[in-house]
């Protein structure tokens, strides 16, 4: 009888693991499959979803005044609008006239309906497990394809020779300027004992010196203008040559010559949308460009350097390690999706609307400013531009730079201020105070303000006159 009920009692307890265990069993299979499903799904899914998310938020009416940023505020949950400069309100509809009109820094906003048109072919959608390694295959931290596309940029431009030349990306042009002095100031050929002279011809822009100041090594110092030392090269010497240059749009040359000479070109602005290009594409030793001025994304922080020489390409290359470890990842994988679109009718498209742009912000500028005898236009020489086949072709600049010529307008930054208008003194650039700097590479809205601005402070002087 005993036996009888504790062989009951151990059936109970094998039949009750049996079914637990087949019950486990079942809902692991079930869950399991479930969870697989479930991810499956989000995988399947990834790219509609982050397309529809974007798409979402693209289409956000700011009523042509603004747009919003996938990255941006959210208002109630949804992308909220980011406004063009004196424009307010939630959808960006409402314009304050009293606002001043801004142009003062270098946001080269007048390529973005270019990349609107253009919003599918110029698109990157980027799963979670993207590039998340320091390197690209092969321990490079620079992407070939981004390389292959700058060297044929420059072909099908024609504004640089990239043959037998080294290729070097930095965090925007800024990164680079600064890598080229220091590798060029810590150059064992120059012949020289004492600090490197860093110098620049007047007017020239002011990151050159800032930074040179701000590194603060005892290898270099910042001495100002290139003109004083033009026939005193016999130092170690670093000339920063800006062409065309910022702010006046000049087609500099370098000044110093010597065994113990170095130039930096920077290159920033030399494309067909602003200058022309001539026949043969310039050789130097060490040129600095950027996409900021070339796409307008001054946001993706890329720029590149070509350089000809192998022991400065290293310096310049260890500067780069040993400061950010490379561009990020993220920006070589947007920049060639950016330049393959430029690229895909040789350029045209992109030139040509950019070209288009400002030629006419400068014609209306001009027609503008010619109604005045108190102000007037930097001069640059026509010439041939070999990108657009068209002879003497006008400069288009990113910048006007405006003299004030009335002998009591000392101060030409103030009587700008005084019309509601900021620019950017000629003393920045360590020019005179007649001579103020104005944006013109901003969107529609910014050009429109700025110009009728300086209608009214003209049209007000001609009725006092
Ligand atoms: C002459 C010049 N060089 C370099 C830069 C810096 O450009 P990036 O955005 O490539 O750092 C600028 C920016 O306005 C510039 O005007």
């Known amino acids: 009888m005993v036996k009888t009920a504790g062989t009951l009692k151990l059936a109970l307890l094998v039949a009750s693991c049996s079914i637990a265990l087949n019950l486990s069993f079942v809902m692991k299979l079930y869950l399991g499959m479930g969870l697989r499903a479930s991810s499956e799904q989000d995988n399947d899914g990834w790219t509609r979803r982050a397309a529809e998310e974007a798409e979402a938020v693209a289409s956000t009416d700011c009523s042509g005044h603004g747009r919003a940023y996938l990255d941006g505020f959210l208002v109630h949950g949804k992308a909220a609008c980011e406004c063009n400069m004196c424009y307010g309100g939630h959808d960006c509809s409402e314009f304050s006239p009293d606002c001043p009109a801004n142009a003062d820094s270098g946001d080269p906003l007048f390529l973005e309906p270019y990349w609107r ?38 072909a099908v431009v024609g504004n640089a020779d990239t043959n037998g030349k080294f290729i070097l990306f930095g965090a925007g042009s800024t990164q680079l300027l600064y890598a080229a002095v220091h590798a060029l100031s810590h ?6 004992s004492s600090p490197v002279s860093v110098v620049a011809k007047i007017p020239y822009y002011n990151l050159f010196e800032t930074q040179t100041d701000f590194f603060d090594s005892r290898r270099y110092d910042f001495l100002g203008d290139a003109a004083v030392w033009k026939n005193r090269s016999d130092s170690g010497f670093i000339e920063f040559v800006t062409s065309p240059n910022n702010p006046d749009d000049q087609l500099n040359q370098p000044l110093l010559k010597g065994p113990n000479v170095k130039t930096i070109h920077d290159r920033a602005y030399f494309w067909p949308h602003f200058t022309a290009i001539p026949a043969s594409p310039p050789d130097e030793d060490l040129t600095i460009f950027s996409t900021s001025k070339l796409t307008g994304h001054a946001g993706s922080r890329v720029g590149w350097a070509l350089i000809k020489d192998k022991g400065v390409y290293e310096r310049m290359a260890n500067h780069l390690l040993l400061n950010t470890i490379g561009v990020s990842r993220d920006s070589q994988l947007r920049s060639p999706k950016l330049l393959k679109v430029v690229l895909e009718d040789g350029g045209r498209g992109i030139f040509e609307f950019g070209y288009g742009k400002m030629k006419s912000r400068w014609q209306r500028l001009r027609s503008t400013v010619s109604l005045s005898n108190r102000f007037t236009l930097q001069k640059v020489p026509s010439q041939d531009c070999t990108f657009f086949q068209e002879l003497m072709r006008e400069s288009t600049p990113a910048y006007a730079w405006v003299k004030c010529e009335w002998e009591k307008d000392q101060d030409c930054l103030e009587v700008m201020r005084a019309a509601n208008i900021i620019g950017r003194g000629g003393a920045l650039f360590k020019a005179d105070k007649r001579y103020v700097r104005l944006r013109l590479i901003r969107g529609d809205d910014d050009f429109d303000h700025l110009v009728n601005r300086l209608h009214k402070l003209i049209s007000r002087e001609e009725r006092r006159g």
């Open 187 to 192: 150059d064992k050929n120059t012949n020289t």
């Open 117 to 154: 048109e253009h919003a599918a072919s110029s698109a990157v959608l980027v799963p979670g497990w993207h590039r998340m390694g320091y390197s690209y295959t092969g321990e490079t931290l620079i992407s070939e394809a981004l390389e292959g596309q700058v060297r044929k940029l420059h």
